[in-house]
């Protein structure tokens, strides 16, 4: 995935760029890379070595390292092909995942058991390898358990964004964020449409471009269109109502579109540039 017009998703920095550049950017040197996973609940994908939130990643996510310096690697994510730092110690070997996360959140468990305190949690979206099998429980790369009920095989997938979107009601906004511990507006519509097999990029003036049709002035809206204004994105939940992550409720909220719209366009957003249905 690599576009020369948009830096987001070009596996370049100029000391160091990916094979399939060579002649079309300028850098010091190519390279094949090497692939990793995200070893901890989720990393952040940074504009800089210790920059700002652009993107974020998942445990057990994929993320192709192109160079790795004073403990921080550049590199390009398997996910939607973002580019940018993350922390090297993050980063580990990679596994084939055989299974995904289709709960919100689960628990580690050191044991199979449902009393054994639970070492960490991992989060909806999160690619895992089950090595065995024990009862109400699947063990995983790590040595971990979790609970069956909150895996599914790797091609299960959802058949309806706008009700994935729902699951996460009242999760935190943060800026970049693709998860419970906190999402925003694109990282929400990102992945409810992952998890419905629709391949989806990260930013939504990228998903503005790609995802579904735009619909006709006269076309009513109906649960799953997607409305877009200038940096921002949701869902339409039914044919009025508005499923967001916002940094006006700083949380991931339902909200009449009429007020959300007049409300954005007060703020300095602009009026809504584009609705599109997913089909």
């Known amino acids: ?46 504009d800089e070595p210790g920059g700002r939130r652009t993107s974020q990643l998942l445990f057990g996510e994929r993320f192709l390292v192109l160079e790795a310096r004073d403990g921080v690697a550049f590199g390009q994510a398997d996910r939607d092909g973002y580019v940018g730092y993350m922390t090297a110690g993050s980063l580990t070997e990679p596994v084939e995942p ?11 468990y050191p044991k199979a058991w449902v009393k054994s305190p639970p070492d960490v949690s991992i989060f909806f979206g ?5 090595v065995a099998e024990r009862e109400d429980f699947l063990r995983i790369q790590t040595g971990h358990f979790v609970p069956r009920a909150h895996l599914q095989p790797l091609k299960a997938r959802y058949s309806d964004p706008a009700g994935v979107a729902d699951l996460f009601l009242g999760s ?19 992945m409810a449409c992952l998890a419905c ?4 990029p990260r930013d939504s003036d990228q998903q503005q471009a790609i995802l579904g049709r735009e619909l ?22 039914n044919d009025r109502m508005l499923l967001h992550a916002n940094a006006h409720h700083m949380a991931v909220a339902y909200e009449p579109l009429r007020e959300a719209a007049a409300r954005i366009e007060e703020k300095g957003g602009g009026p809504i540039t584009g609705r599109r249905r997913i089909e």
């Open 172 to 190: 935190p906004y943060l800026w970049g964020g693709s998860s419970r511990w906190g999402i925003d507006c694109s990282g929400l519509i990102q």
């Open 1 to 46: 995935m690599n576009d020369m017009t948009d830096n987001r998703i070009l596996p370049a920095n100029g000391r160091v760029a990916h094979n399939s550049l060579r002649g079309q950017v300028e850098a010091e040197r190519f390279v094949e890379g090497r692939w990793t996973m995200v070893q901890q609940p989720m990393a952040n994908i940074t």
């Open 126 to 130: 999160s690619p895992v390898q089950v």
């Open 98 to 108: 055989t299974h995904w996360v289709s709960a919100l959140a689960t628990h580690l």
């Open 216 to 237: 006709d002035r006269a076309e009513p809206l109906r649960r799953g269109d997607l409305i877009f204004w200038e940096g921002h994105v949701g869902f339409m939940a």
């Open 197 to 200: 097999g629709i391949p989806c």
